[in-house]
């Protein structure tokens, strides 16, 4: 809990994400041990799949690197780990400790 | 922008704040990440931690690859690691003469199950009872996933295939050939194992019966060979997010997970089949 | 460095052993068949002695296979069977063509019949190998040293064709290592040295250079160059033959292999009856040596073809002659109850008498 009582998330790490490499085959959100991987609705990428997104609380555990077959993914692990609140309409803010 | 009213993070690039790299897109010794293969296929996956143990193990200077034909030839010219391509079914026979003439280099060969066990089921059987010291990788979907995805003497009862619509019948069809067990049987097999890519689990503990396969056969113990179990939803008829179960409930069961013999396990004609 | 210091009285097949080794082949792999099987047995006597590897396989399929990994190192390789094992040898004997690697693959053959496949090619696609074709061991063991010089020099399978009789004739012979010339090098060889370079080498029938884009192997555009590749290859071998009273001869015989030194004995025995005989006896099968053929052609009225089986390289000759001079087939098949060997009636005299015959017909 951050001091305004929200919710805190620790992201440990992140991805980058080639969002046109992605054939859409959903293997990395079902890898991701954190379900901080979601796919598109709507969008689509330039080849007409619907792409990952990324989430607040990566733990840069290379799940989603691991398993997909398209390499879409390249991991990052932070140096030092993120605390983040998120606010009733979605916006993720970093807490300042 | 996001379709979702959720706090996505931006994965444009690089990270601004102090980061390390932990993986890349593609490993080092593959050379192009983009291929043709259809979305959720294991076979890039099971590619990738081949390359990925190789390059940890140091081998990539030793490594001579000999390529079978299937879907995965598409990654015959695109390694960073010597490539000799044979032909469908032929590579353990390429990779004896490969691994005869250049006793110190390592030499892998990776073939599908339409390749091994249908068209070289002689090569391989006698490449192993030979102790040939070479590693066979079997990339096994129970199809022939290039000729469009049709039944092989590895495809499961009970599966459709593009031949087997009503589903893969003893009777009709015959019995599937459990090929690492075959192989296992041998007397010149000093190393069998069956992983699968279906989970990042299951990759973490095949990349490590890839790398046990690779250093049996620098210590010069015997054959070597590691099946590993990938995803064909275009040749299964699924959706690509149910392979990964698919695979677990229906392919595993018939060719089990694990370290089906090992130089610790091993006596002649006595198999015992560790399961993870 | 000879392995064979002095004359030695060797089976037909240890010779040919003798001179692999002698030309350097270091890797064999074969299957055993009638009467390729000695051979075999030479190499796996002859190899380990000089560091070499010969398996017996477990095929045909696998002998060649084998074969094909020690030519991708770099290493002088050999297979070979007789003609039934050498169809099941086609898919790979094509595909090591287009792979661009040095091998040579022995025919003993049991009768002639093999002239298509080792001319033509049983194999898929275009593609061809250099065919040599040696009248008696001599010959045999001088013809399989230049083979391995010849692949070497076209990265191309050379085949030289052999029979039953040169397997199995002993003859005094002298298998010292001859001198063609120096070899290229084989810095396409692989040997792992070049992964994690960025320029990791690759052997493929499918190709040869590595992906750079999204594309695959671009098979058009390789086996269009291999193609072009294939025809310097038979436009700059020197097809040869031996030649014998060609100049004044109104009927020339044309015969290769162990058949063709009956051939030869019966025109020189016509020859001192005054009858104006002559004999090309084609040595390269591959390139045929069309244009002596054709040189013949313009003053010679006819060519009879002597070959043991229902027609084969005649086509070559009336290819060559093209229709300048009558051309006729005088031999035929001709083996004994083994299916191995040639039968009773390849004799000097019978053959004589089917020259005189021709010649009736020309006059």
Same mark, same amino acid.
């Given at each position: ?8 998330? /620790? ?10 490499? &992605?054939?859409? @085959?959903?293997? +990395?959100?079902?890898? =991701? *041990? ?11 990428? /330039? ?10 609380? &990566?733990?840069? @555990?290379?799940? +989603?690197?691991?398993? =997909? *077959? ?28 | ?276 | ?363």
């Amino acid at each position: 809990m951050s001091e305004t009582g929200r919710p805190t998330i /620790t992201t440990t790490g992140t991805v980058v994400i080639d969002v046109d490499a &992605c054939k859409g @085959c959903d293997l +990395c959100i079902a890898a =991701c *041990p954190r379900d901080v991987l979601v796919m598109t609705t709507h969008e689509v990428n /330039t080849r007409g799949y619907r792409y990952p997104q990324l989430l607040p609380g &990566c733990i840069a @555990c290379k799940a +989603c690197a691991q398993i =997909c *077959p398209d390499f879409v993914f390249q991991v990052y692990r932070y140096d030092e780990p993120v605390e983040q609140t998120v606010t009733a309409d979605g916006v993720v803010s970093e807490v300042i400790r | 922008m996001s379709d979702h009213h959720l706090p996505i993070v931006d994965t444009s690039g690089p990270p601004r704040r102090a980061a390390k790299l932990v993986d890349d897109f593609t490993p080092a010794l593959i050379n192009q990440g983009a291929h043709h293969l259809c979305p959720g296929c294991g076979e890039p996956v099971a590619m990738r931690l081949i390359m990925e143990a190789v390059e940890e193990l140091q081998l990539a200077q030793r490594t001579v690859a000999v390529f079978g034909i299937g879907c995965y030839t598409a990654y015959s010219n695109n390694l960073d690691v010597e490539v000799v391509q044979a032909l469908h079914g032929r590579s353990p026979s390429v990779a004896t003469g490969v691994k005869r003439s250049l006793p110190g280099s390592v030499v892998l060969t990776v073939q599908g199950d339409g390749d091994m066990v249908n068209e070289g089921l002689q090569e391989v059987l006698h490449t192993a009872a030979r102790g040939e010291k070479v590693t066979c990788f079997l990339l096994n979907n129970g199809v022939f996933g290039e000729t469009g995805g049709h039944m092989t003497a590895a495809t499961v009862l009970g599966q459709r295939t593009k031949n087997t619509l009503e589903g893969r019948s003893a009777e009709q069809h015959g019995y599937p050939i459990v090929i690492g067990d075959l192989i296992a049987q041998l007397a010149g097999v000093a190393y069998a194992a069956r992983g699968a890519v279906n989970t990042h689990t299951n990759v973490a503990r095949t990349k490590r019966m890839v790398k046990e396969a690779l250093k049996i056969q620098d210590q010069g113990i015997g054959f070597s060979f590691v099946e590993i179990l990938t995803m064909c939803p275009t040749g299964w008829f699924i959706e690509t997010g149910e392979a990964p179960q698919y695979l677990d409930e229906h392919i595993e069961p018939t060719h089990r997970f694990g370290v089906i013999k090992s130089p610790r396990s091993r006596r002649a004609g006595d198999i015992q089949p560790v399961h993870h | 460095m000879s392995v064979v210091r002095e004359r030695q009285f060797l089976e037909g097949a240890s010779a040919i052993g003798s001179a692999m080794v002698a030309a350097g082949c270091r890797f064999f792999a074969g299957y055993p068949m009638t009467p390729f099987t000695e051979v075999l047995e030479s190499m796996a006597k002859l190899l380990p002695a000089v560091g070499g590897t010969c398996i017996n396989a477990e095929s045909e399929l696998e002998a060649v296979g084998m074969a094909w990994g020690a030519a991708a190192t770099g290493t002088p390789a050999a297979t070979g069977s007789t003609g039934q094992g050498l169809s099941l040898m086609q898919e790979s004997l094509a595909e090591i063509t287009y792979a661009r690697l040095p091998l040579v693959v022995l025919n003993m053959a049991r009768t002639q019949g093999d002239y298509f496949q080792a001319t033509r090619g049983g194999g898929h696609g275009d593609y061809r190998h250099l065919v040599l074709a040696p009248c008696d061991v001599n010959e045999a063991t001088v013809l399989v040293q230049e083979a391995f010089h010849l692949a070497a020099t076209w990265r191309n399978p050379v085949l030289v064709m052999g029979d039953y009789y040169i397997a199995h004739t002993w003859q005094t012979v002298d298998v010292a290592p001859i001198e063609f010339g120096p070899r290229p090098a084989t810095d396409w060889a692989v040997n792992g040295s070049t992964g994690g370079s960025g320029r990791a080498k690759l052997i493929s029938p499918l190709g040869d250079t590595k992906r750079t884009d999204d594309v695959g192997y671009d098979l058009a555009e390789f086996y269009h160059r291999r193609g072009l590749e294939l025809d310097v290859m038979a436009a700059t071998v020197p097809p040869r033959a031996e030649t014998a009273f060609v100049a004044d001869a109104r009927l020339v015989v044309v015969a290769y292999g162990t058949v063709a030194k009956y051939v030869r004995q019966a025109v020189y025995d016509l020859r001192t009856e005054g009858l104006p005989v002559g004999l090309i006896r084609p040595i390269t099968l591959f390139p045929f040596p069309t244009q002596i053929i054709r040189d013949a052609a313009s003053h010679v009225d006819a060519f009879a073809v002597y070959e043991n089986n229902r027609g084969q390289m005649v086509e070559d000759v009336q290819l060559a002659v093209l229709g300048a001079a009558d051309v006729s087939s005088i031999g035929g098949l001709s083996m004994d109850s083994s299916g191995f060997g040639i039968a009773p009636d390849l004799d000097v005299a019978t053959v004589r008498t089917r020259i005189r015959t021709a010649l009736e017909a020309v006059n």
